[in-house]
Nanobody
């Protein structure tokens, strides 16, 4: 059974930085494409960032482009989301998702088979 675990959320002032981590474990897959989504209070879950199965390609929502960076480590089962120049509108629960098949609909939650429990990010002064 694959487990996805996020960490690294917290409270940060506007303009600050946070780094989220996501580890996929317990399965037989050796590589995953991984995505980050977020959900603000009263809003639907939205796509934030994606890194491909090989790690060679990344994609971002327009709202975070230039401020957030998604990477993977050499294990190919752990991903990171570096969030810089944070804004209050970045506040929400951030979810990591793992896709062992490398699907192309990376912006859709349906593309991912495994999800973490979420980690809270609050940007406030």
């Amino acid at each position: 059974q694959v487990q996805v675990t996020e960490s690294g959320g917290g409270l940060v002032q506007p303009g600050g930085s946070l780094r989220l981590s996501c580890a996929a474990s317990g399965g037989t897959y050796t590589q995953y494409a991984m995505g980050w989504f977020r959900q603000a209070p009263g809003k639907e879950r939205e796509f934030v960032a994606h890194i491909s199965w090989s790690g060679a390609s990344t994609n971002y929502a327009d709202s975070v482009k230039g401020r957030f960076t998604i990477t993977k480590d050499n294990s190919e089962t752990t991903a990171f989301l570096q969030m810089d120049s944070l804004k209050p509108e970045d506040t929400g629960v951030y979810y990591c998702a793992a896709d062992p098949w490398g699907g192309t609909a990376y912006h859709s939650s349906k593309n991912y088979d495994y999800w973490g429990q979420g980690t809270q990010v609050t940007v406030s002064s």
